[in-house]
């Protein structure tokens, strides 16, 4: 539990992409917003001695352990970070929760329907001693997303007719993509569904403020077998999905229609959810990360049916920030918002529209908006690479 020092210590555990991201967010957060406590980069934990304390180092922890359980029992750990693969998931947050530890867990929460509901009920019980528990669904914070979670819940959609989601990417489009912990169902627990599909799912119940209540899916694996990893020679069965889609019913009526894949060339990170309600539509893409595109049906026969972009300023509040602008995620660096467009594209139309290769300019101001690259600048393949995850 946090002390009286002021300070949350973190704890973290894996120290590669995620953990990465995490640190530099756990490291810059307190001089953007304003915390109740100031959190201390305490110690991470990987499996290799040499490795963990090199990066200790570079990403600015103050110590180091090689097996989570010490990291969990540590004086100076107050919240475990768990940025590892989901087979350890469960086991690292119960063990954290039951030592009144708090837990941040990434996505997706667990590998099984058994372990996830073993999780909630240790942070429900863990919850009536004051220990918060949370999963990695940095796009909830997106000052856009919060912005079209407020439209719905103030009821400017109507009741809701139809939650749309897609996370598009091509990830694992090449055949020779290794067999990475993330092509394997016992560390991994699924391939898009639980990588991209976590997300689209996270927030269509965000959005919409309901929960889906039923689904019917197809899951395919397109390349059933990769080269083992370490370059040795030999391939592997791959046993996790390729792509998913699924429809499905939400508690309060409105239907849904959902796409997660790592192999629709020409993506990257290809996340969009629309929201269809009686009285209008609201869309949010990734790829045009402050923009909230919102059609009204109510109005004048010549003006219903244009779409507005809304972009959110400053004093758009980000849930669970006291009202202050928010950023996308606790990964991310605070960036200022974007100029908008004003769009007369339906929503529908919108969504389908495909990212130029070479980015489109903006009507106002003319500035270059940059198509998201296959690769980063400098030759490495980009953050979302299953390759650099
Ligand atoms: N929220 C997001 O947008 C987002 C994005 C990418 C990944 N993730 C999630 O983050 C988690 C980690 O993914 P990643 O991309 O960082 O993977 P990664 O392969 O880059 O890193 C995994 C880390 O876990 C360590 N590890 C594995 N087992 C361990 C153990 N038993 N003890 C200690 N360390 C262990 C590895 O050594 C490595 O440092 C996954 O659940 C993934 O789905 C979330």
């Not at 912005?147 to 749309?164: K, S, Y």
């Not at 929503?347 to 998201?372: N, W």
Request: proline letters at 6%.
């Amino acid at each position: 539990m946090v002390g009286d020092r002021g300070v949350l210590g973190i704890g973290m555990v894996g120290y590669a992409f995620m953990g990465r991201a995490h640190s530099q967010a756990w490291r810059s957060v307190g001089r953007f917003f304003e915390l109740p406590w100031t959190p201390r980069l305490a110690a991470i934990c990987g499996r290799d001695r040499a490795a963990v304390a090199a990066a200790a180092e570079r990403l600015g922890w103050a110590a180091w352990e090689t097996n989570w359980k010490r990291l969990v029992e540590r004086d100076d750990v107050d919240l475990v970070d768990v940025c590892t693969p989901g087979s350890s998931h469960a086991e690292i947050s119960i063990a954290a929760l039951e030592a009144g530890k708090h837990v941040l867990c990434e996505k997706p929460l667990a590998n099984s329907v058994a372990e996830a509901r073993a999780m909630a009920a240790a942070a429900e019980r863990a919850a009536a001693g004051g220990v918060r528990a949370m999963v990695g669904f940095n796009f909830r914070r997106v000052p856009a997303v919060a912005l079209a979670r407020q439209l719905i819940a103030a009821g400017r959609l109507g009741p809701l007719r139809h939650v749309r989601g897609a996370y598009l990417g091509g990830h694992a489009l090449d055949p020779e993509l290794p067999l990475i912990w993330r092509l394997q169902a016992d560390q991994a627990g699924s391939g898009a569904l639980g990588d991209l599909g976590a997300h689209v799912i996270d927030l269509a119940q965000y959005l919409a403020g309901d929960r889906i209540a039923g689904v019917s899916a197809l899951t395919e694996t397109f390349v059933r077998e990769r080269p083992l990893p370490g370059g040795g020679g030999g391939r592997g069965p791959v046993d996790v999905d390729d792509a998913a889609a699924f429809i499905g019913r939400f508690a309060g009526g409105a239907l849904g229609s959902f796409e997660a894949t790592r192999v629709a060339a020409g993506h990257t990170e290809g996340l969009s959810v629309e929201v269809n309600g009686a009285l209008g539509s609201v869309v949010w893409e990734l790829g045009a990360f402050n923009e909230l595109r919102l059609f009204e049906a109510a109005g004048e026969e010549a003006t219903q049916g244009s779409g507005r972009s809304r972009s959110p300023g400053p004093t758009t509040p980000t849930p669970g920030h006291g009202g202050r602008t928010g950023t996308a995620s606790a990964t991310s660096t605070p960036s200022p918002t974007r100029c908008a467009t004003s769009s007369r594209r339906s929503p529908t139309a919108a969504t389908r529209s495909r990212p130029s290769p070479t980015g489109s300019r903006c009507r106002r101001c003319s500035k270059r908006r940059s198509a998201a690259p296959r690769r980063a600048p400098d030759g490495r393949r980009s953050a979302r690479d299953p390759e650099v995850r």
